[in-house]
């Protein structure tokens, strides 16, 4: 029988058996050889992608605590500039969940089925056949998902890139007929502690759509806390938007009558509203509206019977600053499917959308459009460009 001291000293056998161990462990300790100080070890590190930060968190001790402590997660997360994937979630033809994560660079510049080459499937934390999973949102490398269960629903919150997660105390699901729960998750930060506070909020209709009553679980609690009511006389029919730029949750609103359209904010520190003015469309007639994040701006996508304009809003809260960025013709009949949202503009303008189950990338210097030949889906899909980070959502 093998001992503990048996399985010490074959783990050490296989450390100094391999040569990237012998090699660091001799510039660390040889006193033959010059070694960094640690200070600049933590600034090599602190650029390096997640993934390699991982794997050498096994390489000596001191860099596993050091990679292991939330202040260099919250270092690497400001000075790391290889983080961006983007995000398709949807369904299978098996009604599996499945999760898919590509480089974001590949997306516009690989074309071809070449950029499924860098493709992950992520390992879902939750495989349970009888819920109900919906992608709410991302913020600083942690996913959110709702899952609905019976009669109870529940808020999952995942970071893929260090395989951890939690999963959110329960809320009741509302059971009035056509009632049902919202949910936004971001962040704010907090002066006094030199630190992120994340907050997932939950908005829900129990007697009818206009009477929505708000709940948020700050991350790092035990429960849900209600705040003030979402505003009266208005209704919601998607997730919220988070805006870094403004640490606010954003929902595309309607009043009673439907005929009016606004944007109701909800500030995450205060946890007050505002309601935003959107933009004017001039002559177009619009058919249909999404609400949207692009260059961390409120952005607003109107639909009409030939064409999309993409709007963003420059300076948070300032009607005067709405711009309409592109105006982008469909690819086929309106009738069919207009495009959902903008998911991503890239620095060249090439614009990053869905249209009818597939992926677009319109080019709005030469009004071209290309296909991602990757994607073989057909069914409904979320599209979110995600950031990788070392942040722990069990914090």
């Known amino acids: 029988m093998a001992t503990s001291s048996d399985n010490d000293n074959d783990r050490n056998d296989a450390v100094s058996s391999n040569p990237l161990t012998e090699e660091t462990t001799e510039t660390l300790t040889s006193p033959s050889l010059p070694t960094l100080p640690f200070e600049i070890v933590e600034e090599i590190l602190s650029r390096l992608p997640v993934k390699f930060l991982m794997q050498l968190k096994s390489v000596c001790k001191p ?168 505003p009266s006389g208005v209704s919601f029919d998607s997730s ?42 001039g002559a177009v007639t619009v058919e249909t509206l999404t609400l949207g994040v692009v260059r961390d701006c409120l952005c607003i996508v109107a639909n009409s019977d030939t064409f999309s304009d993409v709007w963003l809003m420059k300076e948070y809260g300032n009607k005067d600053s709405w711009t309409k960025l592109f105006r982008i013709p469909y690819m086929g009949n309106f009738e069919s499917c207009p495009y959902t949202t903008v998911t991503y503009v890239s620095e060249d303008d090439q614009v990053l959308l869905e249209w009818q189950f597939e992926i677009v990338v319109y080019n709005s210097k030469d009004g071209t459009f290309k296909t991602p030949e990757f994607q073989n889906i057909n069914s409904k899909m979320i599209l979110n460009v995600y950031e990788e980070s070392l942040i722990s959502p069990c914090s």
């Open 63 to 230: 860099w596993k605590s050091l990679i292991s402590d939330p202040r260099f997660a919250k270092k690497h997360l400001r000075v790391s500039t290889t983080r961006h994937h983007l995000l398709l979630t949807y369904r299978n033809s098996s009604r599996e969940f499945v999760i898919t994560s590509y480089p974001l660079s590949s997306v516009f510049t690989e074309i071809t089925a070449t950029a499924a080459a860098g493709a992950t499937q992520l390992d879902y934390p939750l495989l349970n056949p009888s819920h109900f999973h919906t992608f709410v949102g991302s913020c600083h490398g942690i996913l959110c998902f709702e899952l609905y269960q019976r009669f109870n629903h529940f808020a999952l919150l995942w970071n893929p890139s260090i395989r951890k997660f939690v999963k959110l105390p329960s809320l009741e699901k509302p059971k009035r007929a056509g009632g049902g729960t919202e949910y936004g998750f971001g962040y704010c930060y907090d002066n006094f502690n030199d630190s992120y506070s994340y907050k997932v909020v939950a908005v829900s209709s129990f007697e009818s759509v206009y009477d929505n009553n708000v709940k948020v679980h700050t991350l790092g609690t035990n429960s849900w806390r209600s705040i003030e009511d979402f």
């Open 240 to 281: 919220g938007r988070f805006l870094s730029e403004s640490e606010t949750i954003n929902w595309l609103a309607s009043n009673d009558s439907d005929t009016l359209w606004i944007i109701v904010s909800l500030d995450l520190e205060k946890e007050c509203y505002q309601e935003l003015v959107l933009p004017n469309y």
